[in-house]
């Protein structure tokens, strides 16, 4: 069978550059699943994507459809005709649904059976339903109409380029007639590009000063980039998404250094690569210290014989900007940064909850009990805690909302505040994501730490529970940002009585009542997916869950100490014991017997597994009291001998009675000495 390239290229308007990828993965994604449908094969597939073009290029695609049978089973023979042998209704309606007559079903075999052979089609006669399906299935949000034409996408379209080998494919789609001129570049070579083959393709349109391969063009501005930063004596800040954006946003990429007058290096350097980086595109540098140079890459769409023209026109643009966030951060230094929290008295938190002034004074007296347990210094986790809201109301924030936290932070520098302080009003936003960098100072934890649990206990108090997918406040992200600040910079911190303070804190305005319990579950909860993250077994956190430790970091240390555990050879007997023994003590009627007396001992099995409980006893602990949970298991997997020996030989429901109560005191002392660790029973 014959096989031809194929290209596809859609002409439009400048396409959203944030949306390029999706929607040229998409377009691909398209094609390629309506290939398959069609049963047309070929090699390889690729997508072309620049701002004004979305193209995809198959190659050795098949140029005719196979022949296909489909073969559909009806009713029995039995159910398909009565005793005299006439059709009944089950037979009518399979040959109905067959379209076509009865006398044309095979009645031969046990089953009623049609079968029909389809003809291939022509591949250049299913192309163009293939590429019309893609397009319409685009992810876009809003399509738009253009002039008197019914036909809505997401940018006008301007032309469409179909080729299968050399030949056009004659179609018309969203209004534009399938031919083989593309555009070029629109200020280098606005005149139109004919693409001699779909193989010709990425060479005509470079001949024409387009790049149309995205890759390439990333690869360019990614390398010259980093050149044009070198000779700079610094290092250019290349945030992926930025760089995604900037290569969509040009068909001939040229980066050039431009620069603005030091006097703005002065205005947080935050604010200045915020403002360059989403309003203007630019890629800032940094020297070796992580200091802003006065100095930063554009990246320009054109080859200009006149460079300084360009590098003149960005500085021109960004002065302005600059500027603002220079007058913003002198006008807020006019006050003390602690001025602005009378703004905040007016600014809602939450309707129940009050003003972000009163969350700021409720976060400062939880960061001061947090910070106590935790060893950090109270005074100063109140402080910040107090001023933690304040950079809200400044005009920094106002125009530059992603710089909340580090406005605050440079504002209480200038006041005089302690630097832990100044620095946890930054931290208290961490960890800002999945991963994301923790708080460098306990005053920072206990605000952060704080200022989440005040979120959670606050909105589980009135009520608003996240549900699937909604979870307005990210309290989702505020537990599991409090349990990495505790596990990863091993803070001990008891939950349980944290978010008691933290509940109390809110007095008549949440409804205490189990409020403590559901918080601290929705926390502890939030666990169960990090560790099947992390590969460890839900039993594992099972186990430890079922002792409902209040500290994260003791929880952590326990089911790290259970993996290790389960390790061990004596694991899964050990595991068994611990559920035989879970079952039989369930059953007791009363209370169990605490106390194991050796005179009711009628078997040397029984002071063998007493002595060696006694023995393991006083091993571990000592490791109990100083968390050595790891070593305090593997002492406890020598009990496997005789544990396994007392089951072998001794009847725990003896019938005498007192016999009976000693030997479940006796279990119950077993089961207690891995009760300090989990309840390993849940493992089996």
Same mark, same amino acid.
């Given at each position: 069978m014959s096989a031809l390239d194929f290209l596809v290229e859609l002409g439009t308007e400048e396409l959203p550059p944030k949306a390029l990828n999706t929607?040229?993965?998409?377009?691909?994604?398209?094609?390629? *699943?309506?290939?398959?449908?069609?049963?047309?094969?070929?090699?390889? *597939?690729?997508?072309?994507a620049a701002p004004r073009r979305l193209a995809v290029?198959?190659?050795?695609?098949?140029?005719?459809?196979?022949?296909?049978s489909i073969n559909l089973d009806g009713p029995p023979r039995q159910a398909a005709f009565d005793a005299e042998g006439n059709p009944t209704q089950a037979a009518l309606g399979f040959a109905k649904k067959c379209g076509v007559e009865l006398s044309e079903i095979d009645q031969s075999g046990p089953k009623l059976r049609y079968s029909q052979s389809i003809a291939g089609k022509p591949t250049a006669s299913l192309l163009p339903t293939i590429v019309e399906d893609s397009l319409n299935d685009l992810p876009i949000p809003k399509r738009m109409r253009w002039g008197a034409r019914k036909e809505e996408f997401v940018r006008p379209t301007q032309w469409l380029v179909m080729l299968l080998g050399d030949q056009v494919i004659d179609c018309t789609i969203l209004a534009q007639k399938a031919g083989r001129d593309s555009r070029g570049h629109?200020?280098?070579?606005?005149?139109?590009?004919?693409?001699? /083959?779909?193989?010709?393709?990425?060479?005509d349109l470079r001949a024409a000063y387009v790049l149309?391969?995205?890759?390439?063009?990333?690869?360019?501005?990614? *390398?010259?980039?980093?050149?044009?930063?070198?000779?700079?004596?610094?290092?250019?800040?290349?945030?992926?998404?930025?760089? #995604?954006?900037?290569?969509?946003?040009?068909?001939? @990429?040229?980066?050039?250094?431009? /620069?603005?007058?030091?006097?703005?290096l002065d205005v947080p350097q935050e604010a200045l690569i915020t403002t360059m980086q989403d309003n203007q595109k630019y890629f800032c540098l940094l020297d070796a210290d992580g200091k802003l140079l006065p100095r930063f890459i554009t990246v320009a769409n054109i080859e200009s014989k006149d460079p300084q023209q360009i590098i003149a026109g960005n500085e021109k643009v960004v002065r302005p900007r600059l500027t603002d966030a220079e007058f913003f951060f002198k006008q807020d230094k006019k006050q003390k940064l602690e001025d602005f929290n009378l703004r905040l008295q007016n600014v809602v938190f939450q309707e129940k909850l009050g003003s972000v002034y009163d969350k700021a004074e409720r976060v400062s007296k939880l960061a001061a009990f947090i910070a106590q347990?935790?060893?950090?210094?109270?005074?100063? +986790?109140?402080?910040?805690?107090?001023?933690?809201?304040?950079?809200?109301?400044?005009?920094?924030?106002?125009?530059? @909302?992603?710089?909340?936290?580090?406005?605050?932070?440079?504002?209480?520098?200038?006041d005089g505040e302690p630097e832990d302080v100044a620095l946890a009003l930054n931290e208290q936003y961490m960890p800002r994501g999945a991963g994301a960098e923790l708080p460098s100072t306990l005053t920072g934890a206990a605000v952060a730490i704080a200022d989440k649990l005040d979120t959670l206990v606050g909105i589980f108090g009135i009520g608003m529970l996240p549900t699937g997918s909604k979870d @307005?406040?990210?309290?989702?992200?505020?537990?599991?940002?409090?349990?990495?600040?505790?596990?990863?910079?091993?803070?001990?911190l008891d939950?349980?009585?944290?978010?008691?303070?933290?509940?109390?804190?809110?007095?008549? =305005?949440? =409804?205490?009542?189990?409020?403590?319990?559901?918080?601290?579950?929705f926390i502890f909860d939030r666990l169960r997916a990090r560790y099947e993250?992390?590969?460890?077994?839900?039993?594992?956190?099972?186990?430890?869950?079922?002792?409902?430790?209040? /500290?994260?970091?003791?929880? #952590?240390?326990?089911?790290?100490?259970?993996?290790?555990?389960? =390790?061990?050879?004596?694991?899964?007997?050990?595991?068994?014991?611990?559920?035989?023994?879970?079952?039989?003590? /369930? *059953?007791?009627?009363?209370?169990?017997?605490?106390?194991?007396?050796?005179?009711?001992? #009628?078997?040397?099995?029984?002071?063998?597994?007493?002595?060696?409980?006694?023995?393991?006893?006083? +091993?571990?602990?000592?490791?109990?009291?100083?968390?050595?949970?790891?070593?305090?298991l593997a002492r406890l997997a020598a009990l496997r001998e005789p544990v396994d020996a007392f089951f072998e030989a001794v009847m725990v429901n003896a019938e005498d009675a007192k016999v009976r109560a000693n030997r479940y005191a006796l279990l119950a002392r077993l089961r207690g000495l891995f009760l300090g660790v989990a309840d390993i029973s849940l493992l089996g």
């Open positions: 929607l040229a993965e998409a377009f691909l994604a398209g094609i390629d *699943k309506g290939l398959q449908a069609a049963g047309l094969n070929y090699e390889t *597939k690729t997508v072309y290029l198959i190659t050795s695609l098949a140029t005719q459809q196979p022949d296909r629109r200020f280098h070579h606005p005149e139109s590009v004919r693409i001699g /083959s779909p193989s010709s393709y990425l060479a149309a391969d995205a890759n390439e063009r990333r690869e360019i501005i990614s *390398k010259r980039t980093e050149e044009l930063a070198t000779r700079q004596e610094g290092t250019a800040i290349v945030p992926p998404a930025l760089l #995604d954006e900037v290569t969509a946003l040009v068909e001939w @990429p040229v980066p050039l250094v431009c /620069s603005f007058e030091e006097r703005f347990r935790i060893g950090g210094n109270a005074a100063w +986790a109140a402080r910040a805690g107090l001023l933690s809201k304040c950079d809200l109301s400044t005009e920094m924030v106002g125009e530059f @909302p992603e710089m909340q936290g580090v406005a605050g932070y440079y504002y209480a520098l200038n @307005p406040y990210a309290l989702r992200r505020a537990a599991l940002g409090v349990l990495r600040i505790l596990i990863e910079k091993q803070l001990d939950l349980t009585e944290a978010v008691a303070f933290a509940v109390d804190a809110f007095g008549t =305005k949440v =409804k205490a009542a189990g409020l403590n319990d559901s918080v601290l579950e993250d992390e590969g460890v077994d839900v039993a594992t956190y099972l186990s430890v869950r079922a002792l409902k430790p209040g /500290s994260a970091l003791d929880f #952590d240390q326990r089911v790290q100490a259970v993996e290790a555990f389960r =390790k061990l050879p004596e694991a899964a007997a050990l595991a068994a014991v611990n559920k035989r023994v879970s079952n039989l003590l /369930s *059953k007791v009627e009363g209370s169990v017997p605490t106390v194991v007396e050796a005179k009711y001992f #009628d078997n040397a099995n029984e002071f063998s597994l007493y002595s060696a409980i006694q023995q393991a006893d006083q +091993a571990v602990q000592p490791m109990a009291a100083s968390r050595q949970y790891s070593e305090s």
